[in-house]
């Protein structure tokens, strides 16, 4: 009877960490206590409604196929430069050195990385979006986990509305509109 209890607690732990993805390992075993912060959000929660204040049938339809919401920040009041870059430099590595793919990735003049990068399901969903921030004075990184149609995904609305609800700079038009 030990043996097969072994063998089951055994099956059902490589289960549930074959089902984490590279990121959540690392965010599971990383040290909180350098200034970063992050925030777990249930995209059905009144707290994410309140939080990034979107609306409307194309939000509701993306929200329906979102499992959850990870904010991580920290900015120059918070956390030194070294520890931004260091969390964003292994962020980095993992995203690019896993199964993830960079639908897109700027590097501009004044030093600001930004990137989004998603990994798919065998059905050809999207199961994670990872948006990646890091700037002079301020790191954020959003990640979205679910099981996502990227052609019914509102991107322009739900990324506008992440990013210019968490201190980025470029924050115009109505994030509702879905583009």
Same mark, same amino acid.
């Given at each position: ?8 607690? %055994? ?21 909180? #206590?350098? =200034? +970063?912060?992050?925030?777990?959000? #249930?995209? =059905?929660? %009144? ?10 049938? @194309? ?5 329906? $196929?979102? !499992? ?10 918070? $956390?030194?430069? =070294?520890?931004?870059? @260091? ?10 050195? &896993?199964?993830? @793919?960079?639908?897109?990735?700027? *590097?501009?003049?004044?030093? /600001? ?6 990994? &798919? ?5 999207? $199961? /994670?979006?990872?948006? +990646?921030? #890091?700037? /002079? ?9 679910? !099981?996502?149609?990227?052609? /019914?995904?509102?991107? =322009?609305?739900?990324?506008? @509305? +992440?990013?210019?609800?968490?201190? *980025? $700079? ?5 994030? #509702?509109?879905?583009?």
């Amino acid at each position: 009877m030990r043996t097969f209890v072994l063998i089951f607690l %055994t099956l059902f732990a490589l289960t549930s960490f074959g089902q984490r993805s590279p990121l959540d390992r690392f965010l599971k075993k990383y040290d909180w #206590n350098q =200034g +970063l912060t992050m925030k777990e959000i #249930n995209p =059905g929660s %009144t707290e994410f409604s309140d939080e990034f204040k979107m609306k409307g049938e @194309a939000f509701d339809q993306a929200m329906a $196929s979102i !499992d959850k919401v990870r904010i991580i920040k920290g900015d120059s009041a918070s $956390s030194s430069p =070294g520890i931004r870059n @260091a969390f964003f430099n292994e962020t980095y590595d993992i995203i690019r050195d &896993k199964d993830y @793919a960079a639908l897109i990735h700027v *590097h501009a003049n004044d030093g /600001e990385n930004v990137g989004l990068y998603a990994s &798919k399901r065998k059905s050809g969903n999207i $199961s /994670e979006f990872i948006f +990646l921030m #890091n700037g /002079e004075n301020s790191l954020l990184m959003i990640q979205i986990k679910g !099981d996502i149609d990227i052609k /019914e995904f509102p991107f =322009g609305g739900i990324m506008q @509305a +992440l990013s210019c609800g968490h201190g *980025h $700079s470029n924050c115009e038009g109505d994030p #509702n509109s879905g583009d």
